[in-house]
T-cell receptor
Framework: TQLLEQSPQFLSIQEGENLTVYCNSS?????LQWYRQEPGEGPVLLVT?????EVKKLKRLTFQFGDARKDSSLHITAAQPGDTGLYLC???????????FGEGTQLTVNP | DVKVTQSSRYLVKRTGEKVFLECVQD?????MFWYRQDPGLGLRLIYF???????EKGDIPEGYSVSREKKERFSLILESASTNQTSMYLC???????????FGPGTRLTVT
């Protein structure tokens, strides 16, 4: 059982559509990050959220941390082919000493 | 910007060979990590190091060892490669007091 469950696992959409990716857990996290990984490359950090209810925006990407700090979402507006990649969430439990990664959401944006 | 480099992008080895994967970072970070990434299993932590000559086992250390002789370099060693070690290997580093990790480009290892 994964500590961090991401959904959906796969998402294929057309350019211009909106989408939301979810990262859920029964554990409380002191911080949570989102990464994007392109084929053949390592993950690249997009954002870190630390406060319950926090919302951060990065151009067309909106990240939200749940009020209870157990879940997070990533919303992309007007997706573009350049958004294609594997999106990973990763969290540090309040009682833990390591970063735990979700399995990822593979996003494909078709032109 | 943090730069993490890995010695090879692609590697093909035979079963039973000893394999060295090298990782170098240029940001003077104490913490360094080795993960493997497999479809459907996500990133799994193999070993990490929080200082020179210090190492800790991660979740799947069996069949692997590590070496950290210098702060900037963290090596992953497969003592006797097996086909089930075919995977993408990712090195990462982390600044003290923060949890964000910075990854290298990865090494795709195939063991035949």
């Amino acid at each position: 059982t994964q500590l961090l469950e991401q959904s959906p696992q796969f998402l294929s959409i057309q350019e211009g559509e909106n989408l939301t990716v979810y990262c859920n857990s029964s554990s409380v996290f002191s911080s949570l990050q989102w990464y994007r990984q392109e084929p053949g490359e390592g993950p690249v950090l997009l954002v870190t959220v630390v406060t319950g209810g926090e919302v951060k925006k990065l151009k067309r990407l909106t990240f939200q941390f749940g009020d209870a700090r157990k879940d997070s979402s990533l919303h992309i507006t007007a997706a573009q082919p350049g958004d294609t990649g594997l999106y990973l969430c990763a969290g540090k439990e309040t009682s833990g000493s390591r970063l735990t990664f979700g399995e990822g959401t593979q996003l494909t944006v078709n032109p | 910007d943090v730069k993490v480099t890995q010695s090879s992008r692609y590697l093909v080895k035979r079963t039973g060979e000893k394999v060295f994967l090298e990782c170098v970072q240029d940001m003077d970070h104490e913490n360094m990590f080795w993960y493997r990434q497999d479809p459907g299993l996500g990133l799994r932590l193999i070993y990490f190091s929080y200082d020179v000559k210090m190492k800790e086992k991660g979740d799947i250390p069996e069949g692997y060892s590590v070496s950290r002789e210098k702060k900037e370099r963290f090596s992953l060693i497969l003592e006797s490669a097996s086909t089930n070690q075919t995977s993408m290997y990712l090195c990462a580093t982390r600044a003290p007091g923060l949890w964000e990790q910075y990854f290298g480009p990865g090494t795709r290892l195939t063991v035949t």
